[in-house]
Each structure stands twice: as structure tokens, then as C-alpha cells.
């Protein structure tokens, strides 16, 4: 397998990974409108962001997207995300927030 079927073969990977049921929690909000999240899978862990590109004379509003997905089973790699894959990402940490924001978990007492 050359590097770019093997880089073909986690770029679906990811993509099969989005489809599943992710745990995601907000790490951290800065300036630029960026917001950092992580998400949990049974075999992936991603680290996204989305920012803000005004500064760099964009519409205003405009947003960036990154991210990174890591395989956490063997073998075990890391892939840098599509934009399209970190906007994905991007849109699933924000539903998720917004879910636990109107539904908060029950605790026991």
C-alpha cells in the first residue's frame, strides 16, 4: 500500500468515525471566536477548532476550521482533518453543547 492509499484509507476512516456516536466537550473559547473541542469515539479521539478570519480581511463572521483525528487502536496514527471533515466536527460539538445546555444529566443524590 503507497502513502497515499494509506493516507486515502484514514481520510475514510475519519469520515466513518464523524457517523458514529462521539462524546465532545468544549476545552477552551479564545479571542478570535475560536473554539476549541474535543471529541471521543470508540477508536478515535479529535481535537477541532473553528476561528474566526476577519483579521485576515475575510466577510465578517467568516470561520476556519482544523482539526486532528488520532486512531487510538493499533496501529495508531494521526490524521489531520479536511476542512470539511473539522467543520463536520465543528457542527456536531456545537449540536452536542446545545443538547446538554437545554437536557442537563440527572444526578443522583
Not at 475575510?58 to 486532528?68: E, I, K, V
Not at 465543528?90 to 442537563?104: D, G, I, M, N, Q
Request: cysteine-free; hydrophobic content about 40%.
Amino acid at each position: 500500500m503507497t502513502g497515499r492509499d494509506e493516507l486515502e484509507a484514514a481520510t475514510r476512516g475519519v469520515d466513518a468515525a464523524l457517523k458514529e456516536p462521539i462524546t465532545w466537550r468544549a476545552l477552551a473559547d479564545s479571542s478570535n471566536n475560536a473554539k476549541f473541542f474535543e471529541g471521543v469515539s470508540s477508536n478515535w479521539r479529535f481535537v477541532i477548532v473553528s476561528f474566526g478570519t476577519e483579521y485576515r480581511g475575510l466577510h465578517p463572521g467568516s470561520l476556519g476550521y482544523d482539526g486532528t483525528a488520532t486512531n487510538t487502536v493499533a496501529p495508531i496514527y494521526v490524521v489531520r482533518m479536511t476542512r470539511e471533515q473539522a467543520e463536520r466536527a465543528v457542527s456536531l460539538a456545537e449540536a452536542a453543547a446545545r443538547e446538554s445546555a437545554t437536557h442537563p444529566t440527572k444526578r443522583e443524590t
